[in-house]
Nanobody, 121 residues
Framework: QVQLVESGGGSVQAGGSLRLSCAASGYTYCMGWFRQAPGKEREGVAR????????LYADSVKGRFTIAHDNAKNTLSLQMNSLKPEDTAMYYCAAARGGFCGLTQNAYNYWGQGTQVTVSS
C-alpha cells in the first residue's frame, strides 16, 4: 500500500503561481495530478512515468503547468503558473503500480486526500 500526502494548495489571484507537492511512501510506476471542481467530473491534469520522466498534460494546462518527480525524495510536484479562475478545484495526487498511465482515473491504484486550489479573478 502506498500512502500519498499532498501539500501546497492555497488561494491566489489570476496570473499567479502555486506549487503542489505529493510525498509517496513506496514504489510508484507512474504518478499524476487530477482535479475536481464543484459539480464537475474529476479530470486528469498531468502525469509522469517515474523512471523515464515522460510526461503528459491536458490541453487546458499545457505551457502553464509542469509536473516533475524527485526520485531521491519520492516526491511529485506540480508547478502551476499563469493560473486562471477555471483552475480552481480540489487537486489530487495519484499513483499506479504499473501498466499504461494516461489521464484517466482507472489507471491509478492510490490516491491522496486532495489539496484545494482557489484562483480569484
Amino acid at each position: 500500500q502506498v500512502q500519498l500526502v499532498e501539500s501546497g494548495g492555497g488561494s491566489v489571484q489570476a496570473g499567479g503561481s502555486l506549487r503542489l507537492s505529493c510525498a509517496a511512501s513506496g514504489y510508484t510506476y507512474c504518478m499524476g495530478w487530477f482535479r475536481q471542481a464543484p459539480g464537475k467530473e474529476r479530470e486528469g491534469v498531468a502525469r509522469i512515468y517515474t523512471a523515464s520522466g515522460n510526461t503528459l498534460y491536458a490541453d487546458s494546462v499545457k505551457g502553464r503547468f509542469t509536473i516533475a518527480h524527485d526520485n531521491a525524495k519520492n516526491t511529485l510536484s506540480l508547478q502551476m503558473n499563469s493560473l486562471k479562475p477555471e483552475d480552481t478545484a480540489m487537486y489530487y495526487c495519484a499513483a499506479a503500480r504499473g501498466g499504461f498511465c494516461g489521464l484517466t482515473q482507472n489507471a491509478y491504484n492510490y490516491w491522496g486526500q486532495g489539496t484545494q486550489v482557489t484562483v480569484s479573478s
